[in-house]
């Protein structure tokens, strides 16, 4: 899956032994470094021969409006995108004026690292120009996660043999409308042809000039941006160290800076110059009022020393990874891809400090850095357990959405809220309702991570404070989205007309996993607020009068929560995916050739529509989620029936397939899952990498192993383990904060220990058997093996003599295609 000589095994770096130009969009995802909040892509220092010279501030976006061939009422009307933030990057060095350039060089020396110890990208090249000089470059490049404004680059050149004139040019740029380092940088093209994936182009002028100058050695920018009227302000400062003679030079326009060294190096004398560039963004703060921020961000950081923030980043990684850290015995290969994962959920959330965490965090465009309901559902669990804070965050900022979302559930004729599909100001900006405002169920995932953070911290203060209006007004919108039925005297609540996360089946009526989690979130709701009514009078009367709630609707919630129909077919003994899923044709994707995947970007939607075939797992993932609902003997028959169904088209699928494959016994197709899931980025699997970090994907990585192969749940409230250990792993370790105690957990064949740091005694269950660990203790519990085993895997013959419940065989086939292009007579 992986160059190994390119890109040998470490546990804790990610090295890069050679260069190679042609995969570059995929190296300037996987080399990227951030912080959550401000994030810069891989880029070579030279600034030259890109896929995207990328440089995002988490939240900075530009508005434009979305035009639509046919209009309709509530259809959104304002897209959102991520703005290129100006770039300061760029350190090119030249010798005797011939500059350093990847692509023709002489590189005698080449080596790149990400350490995941220490949050810093470095890169040592040696490099023999064509008069002969022999020179050695070290290049150092960290986003800060201490100082989430700060950035900071250091360049070491040194001169070997002879002495040598040295050029270090410095700059920033605009690189959003267009400006590079000589006017005309290449840019290496990415694979032509439509994906909806990718980021929306805005044609006109994006960064309007503010404030610019230098002063010293310090440059700055600034601009606002031209529809959405956000502003940012940039402001790097230089330091130099060496012995050599130099002198600089400096040249400032409203879209370039550049501050130049020019030095007359002596054989074996080094150059250091030292970049600090210092990012501060605002909604419409004015931007000299963000130089001055920057301004002083640099004068702090100058203060504390450059050499003191590198050790402060170690300090701050050595806390996250004694938190975080999961460890594969015996796995090297394994072990670094998690830790790369893990990296990348600290690189996306960390400092996001209240905003959301974009679907390719800071590492790239794709998604136009939209917040989806992947932060909620596979990266929220993560947060959770490890770095509640974090998980706090995200979820005050879906409460600073309510008042769109009540207005979103207005314009849609529902009551309480809606939250957005893909959003970054808290509007919708999904341009396709079939596959984005229609999957209502972002409603129940915002209340289900609300229910995972509660439950794991027991942070009550923060659910009656502010998460008690997620659950009661989503809580709300169910209620009048659904309708009620009546047959044989049984009533049965219904919700028509949505799509559930499978994205190859749209605005279908009763899909499973939307009716599944709606029903949590009403319960989770009608819970809360007896609660509050029970525990603190004085609270529950502040949430009356502040939500208008009627008495009668806890009541509400619970009656059409146990009325919620789930289709089950009684002829396949499965539950299909929504009411008339099991009508549509099978599509046979063991005949599906390889060059017609992903389907979307080969089939049009009508086509995949037409069929039983899912983009991503949906019924399989409401019985992970909601695995206390669902009997073992469901969960292996629903997972033998749609697994063939699935085409993984999907970064999102994989994880939850491990996790389920686990569980009900196919334990070497579990592990092919999950390495899918590992290696997603790190060998390109989807081919779009260069977009940026699946970071979803990431965070599905640690629940897979958590939650799918070391057995973790936590329904109810009650934590429970229930280990799937792989046969080739010696042992599997990880972390949890359950409730303010910290307990270390170790899975082997034949035992599960959990150690508890101080604090609270904590109580769980293995397999059934009541357990509690007392604050600093420690409990070992026996297993008598991992779980059932199943080999194989699920495939379309089981479909041989399968038959609807009307009778019916079900039969895979294909789309037919044309092979002949239709001829076109021409007419006078």
Same mark, same amino acid.
């Given at each position: 899956?992986?160059?190994?000589?390119?890109? $040998?095994?470490?546990?804790?770096?990610?090295?890069?032994?050679?260069?190679?130009?042609?995969?570059?969009?995929?190296?300037?995802?996987? *080399?990227?470094?951030? !912080?959550?909040?401000?994030?810069?892509?891989?880029?070579?220092?030279?600034?030259?021969?890109?896929?995207?010279?990328?440089?995002?501030?988490?939240? @900075?976006?530009?508005?434009?409006?979305?035009?639509?061939?046919?209009?309709?009422?509530?259809?959104?009307?304002?897209?959102? &995108?991520?703005?290129?933030?100006?770039?300061?990057?760029?350190?090119?060095?030249?010798?005797?004026?011939?500059?350093?350039?990847?692509?023709?060089?002489?590189?005698?020396?080449?080596?790149?690292?990400?350490?995941?110890?220490?949050?810093?990208?470095?890169?040592?090249?040696?490099?023999?120009?064509?008069?002969?000089?022999?020179?050695?470059?070290?290049?150092?490049?960290?986003?800060?996660?201490?100082?989430?404004?700060?950035?900071?680059?250091?360049?070491?050149? %040194?001169?070997?043999?002879?002495?040598?004139?040295?050029?270090?040019?410095?700059?920033?740029?605009?690189?959003?409308?267009?400006?590079?380092?000589?006017?005309?940088?290449?840019?290496?093209?990415?694979?032509?042809? @439509?994906?909806?994936?990718?980021?929306?182009?805005?044609?006109? /002028?994006?960064?309007?000039?503010?404030?610019?100058?230098?002063?010293?050695?310090?440059?700055?920018?600034?601009?606002?941006?031209? +529809?959405?009227?956000? &502003?940012?302000?940039?402001?790097?400062?230089?330091?130099?160290?060496?012995?050599?003679?130099?002198?600089?030079?400096?040249?400032?326009?409203?879209?370039?800076?550049? !501050?130049?060294?020019?030095?007359?190096?002596?054989?074996?004398?080094? %150059?250091?110059?030292?970049?600090?560039?210092?990012?501060?963004?605002?909604?419409?703060v004015p931007t000299r009022e963000l130089v001055d921020r920057c301004r002083r961000t640099l004068d702090r950081a100058e203060a504390l020393g450059v050499e003191e923030h590198f050790a402060e980043q170690r300090r701050?990684?050595?806390?996250?990874?004694?938190?975080?850290?999961?460890?594969?015995?015996?796995?090297?290969?394994?072990?670094?891809? &998690?830790?790369?994962?893990?990296?990348?959920?600290?690189?996306?959330?960390?400092?996001?400090?209240?905003?959301?965490?974009?679907?390719?965090?800071?590492?790239?465009?794709?998604?136009?850095?939209?917040? @989806?309901?992947?932060?909620?559902?596979?990266?929220?669990?993560?947060?959770?357990?490890?770095?509640?804070?974090?998980?706090?965050?995200?979820?005050?900022?879906?409460?600073?959405?309510?008042? +769109?979302?009540?207005?979103?559930?207005?314009?849609?004729?529902?009551?309480?809220?809606? *939250?957005?599909?893909?959003?970054?100001?808290?509007?919708?900006?999904?341009?396709?309702?079939? =596959?984005?405002?229609?999957?209502?169920?972002?409603?129940?995932?915002?209340?289900?991570?609300?229910?995972?953070?509660?439950?794991? %911290?027991?942070?009550?203060?923060?659910?009656?404070?502010?998460?008690?209006?997620?659950?009661?007004?989503?809580?709300?919108?169910?209620?009048?989205?659904?309708?009620?039925?009546?047959?044989?005297?049984?009533?049965?609540?219904?919700?028509?007309?949505?799509?559930?996360?499978?994205?190859?089946?749209?605005?279908?009526?009763?899909?499973?996993?939307? !009716?599944?989690?709606?029903?949590? !979130?009403?319960?989770?709701? =009608?819970?809360?607020?007896?609660?509050?009514?029970?525990?603190?009078?004085?609270?529950?009367?502040?949430?009356?009068?502040?939500?208008?709630?009627? $008495?009668?609707?806890?009541?509400?919630?619970?009656?059409?929560?146990?009325?919620?129909?789930?289709?089950?077919?009684?002829?396949?003994?499965?539950?299909?995916?929504?009411?008339? *899923?099991?009508?549509?044709?099978?599509?046979?994707?063991?005949?599906?050739?390889?060059?017609?995947? $992903?389907?979307?970007?080969?089939?049009? $939607?009508?086509?995949?529509?037409? @069929?039983?075939?899912?983009?991503?797992?949906?019924?399989?993932? =409401?019985?992970?989620?909601?695995?206390?609902?669902?009997?073992?003997?469901?969960?292996?028959?629903?997972?033998?029936?749609?697994?063939?169904?699935?085409?993984?088209?999907?970064?999102?699928?994989?994880?939850?397939?491990?996790?389920?494959? =686990?569980?009900?016994?196919?334990?070497?197709?579990?592990?092919?899952? *999950?390495?899918?899931?590992?290696?997603?980025?790190?060998?390109?699997?989807?081919?779009?990498?260069?977009?940026?970090?699946?970071?979803?994907?990431?965070?599905?990585?640690?629940?897979?192993?958590?939650?799918?192969?070391?057995?973790?749940?936590?329904?109810?409230?009650?934590?429970?383990?229930?280990?799937?250990?792989?046969?080739?792993?010696?042992?599997?370790?990880?972390?949890?904060?359950?409730?303010?105690?910290?307990? +270390?957990?170790?899975?082997?064949?034949?035992?599960?220990?959990?150690?508890?740091?101080?604090?609270?005694?904590?109580?769980?269950?293995?397999?059934?058997?009541?357990?509690?660990?007392?604050?600093?203790?420690?409990?070992?519990?026996?297993?008598?093996?991992?779980?059932?085993?199943?080999?194989?895997?699920?495939?379309? /013959?089981?479909?041989?003599?399968?038959?609807?419940?009307?009778?019916?065989?079900?039969?895979?086939?294909?789309?037919v295609i044309t092979t002949t292009t239709p001829s076109v007579e021409l007419v006078d």
């Amino acid at each position: 899956m992986i160059d190994r000589d390119r890109y $040998p095994v470490d546990p804790w770096r990610l090295v890069e032994t050679s260069l190679d130009l042609e995969n570059t969009g995929v190296t300037e995802t996987l *080399f990227a470094v951030g !912080n959550g909040y401000l994030g810069l892509r891989g880029n070579h220092p030279e600034g030259r021969y890109a896929v995207e010279h990328g440089t995002y501030v988490n939240g @900075f976006h530009e508005t434009f409006p979305i035009r639509h061939a046919e209009h309709a009422y509530g259809f959104a009307e304002v897209g959102q &995108t991520i703005i290129n933030a100006p770039d300061a990057k760029v350190m090119r060095v030249y010798v005797d004026d011939e500059p350093l350039a990847l692509d023709v060089s002489d590189m005698r020396e080449y080596e790149r690292v990400l350490d995941l110890r220490t949050g810093v990208l470095s890169r040592h090249v040696r490099w023999v120009t064509p008069a002969g000089k022999d020179v050695l470059i070290e290049f150092r490049r960290m986003a800060s996660f201490a100082e989430k404004h700060l950035a900071i680059m250091t360049l070491d050149v %040194t001169v070997l043999g002879e002495d040598a004139a040295v050029t270090i040019d410095c700059q920033l740029l605009n690189r959003q409308d267009g400006e590079d380092v000589y006017g005309g940088t290449p840019t290496i093209s990415q694979q032509p042809g @439509f994906d909806p994936r990718k980021v929306e182009a805005i044609d006109d /002028r994006v960064l309007q000039p503010q404030e610019y100058w230098q002063d010293g050695l310090r440059s700055a920018l600034s601009y606002r941006a031209t +529809d959405s009227g956000m &502003t940012i302000a940039v402001v790097a400062d230089h330091l130099i160290e060496t012995e050599n003679a130099y002198s600089a030079r400096r040249l400032v326009e409203p879209d370039i800076a550049k !501050n130049v060294f020019r030095v007359q190096a002596r054989a074996g004398v080094p %150059t250091r110059v030292v970049k600090l560039a210092a990012y501060h963004t605002s909604r419409g703060v004015p931007t000299r009022e963000l130089v001055d921020r920057c301004r002083r961000t640099l004068d702090r950081a100058e203060a504390l020393g450059v050499e003191e923030h590198f050790a402060e980043q170690r300090r701050w990684l050595d806390a996250f990874w004694h938190r975080s850290d999961v460890r594969i015995e015996g796995h090297d290969d394994l072990q670094q891809a &998690t830790r790369w994962c893990l990296f990348q959920l600290a690189q996306a959330a960390a400092r996001a400090d209240g905003l959301g965490v974009p679907a390719k965090g800071m590492s790239g465009s794709g998604y136009s850095g939209h917040y @989806f309901w992947d932060t909620e559902i596979y990266l929220l669990p993560f947060l959770a357990y490890t770095t509640p804070l974090w998980a706090r965050n995200v979820l005050r900022l879906r409460a600073q959405m309510l008042p +769109d979302a009540r207005r979103r559930a207005h314009q849609l004729s529902e009551a309480g809220a809606l *939250f957005p599909w893909r959003t970054i100001n808290g509007e919708e900006a999904s341009a396709y309702y079939a =596959a984005g405002t229609a999957q209502y169920h972002i409603n129940a995932d915002i209340s289900f991570a609300l229910a995972t953070y509660v439950r794991a %911290t027991g942070d009550d203060e923060f659910l009656y404070r502010d998460g008690v209006d997620i659950a009661v007004e989503t809580a709300r919108l169910w209620a009048t989205l659904g309708f009620w039925r009546q047959a044989d005297g049984v009533e049965s609540f219904h919700i028509h007309g949505v799509t559930g996360p499978d994205e190859y089946t749209t605005v279908v009526n009763d899909n499973l996993f939307t !009716n599944v989690m709606a029903r949590f !979130n009403l319960r989770f709701a =009608a819970r809360t607020v007896r609660e509050m009514e029970q525990l603190d009078g004085e609270v529950y009367r502040r949430l009356v009068e502040r939500l208008k709630l009627d $008495p009668g609707e806890p009541d509400a919630w619970e009656r059409a929560a146990d009325a919620l129909h789930l289709p089950y077919s009684e002829a396949l003994g499965i539950h299909p995916q929504d009411a008339m *899923f099991l009508e549509r044709e099978v599509w046979d994707l063991e005949a599906t050739p390889p060059e017609q995947r $992903p389907l979307l970007l080969h089939f049009h $939607p009508l086509v995949i529509y037409r @069929f039983q075939v899912l983009k991503q797992a949906d019924v399989v993932l =409401a019985l992970f989620l909601q695995g206390n609902h669902f009997t073992a003997e469901e969960k292996l028959a629903n997972f033998e029936y749609y697994d063939p169904l699935t085409t993984g088209d999907s970064s999102l699928s994989a994880v939850v397939q491990s996790i389920l494959a =686990a569980e009900v016994g196919y334990q070497d197709l579990a592990l092919e899952y *999950f390495r899918a899931s590992l290696f997603l980025d790190l060998a390109d699997l989807h081919r779009n990498t260069a977009d940026g970090v699946h970071v979803a994907s990431a965070g599905g990585v640690w629940t897979a192993l958590v939650s799918g192969f070391g057995g973790m749940r936590d329904h109810y409230g009650e934590l429970t383990f229930d280990p799937r250990l792989p046969a080739a792993w010696p042992s599997l370790e990880y972390t949890l904060h359950w409730r303010g105690t910290r307990l +270390d957990v170790r899975v082997t064949k034949d035992a599960l220990r959990v150690r508890a740091g101080e604090g609270d005694a904590v109580a769980f269950a293995v397999r059934g058997e009541r357990v509690e660990v007392p604050g600093g203790g420690e409990v070992v519990v026996a297993l008598a093996d991992q779980g059932p085993v199943i080999p194989g895997r699920p495939t379309l /013959r089981q479909f041989a003599d399968a038959r609807r419940d009307d009778g019916t065989l079900l039969s895979p086939s294909l789309p037919v295609i044309t092979t002949t292009t239709p001829s076109v007579e021409l007419v006078d």
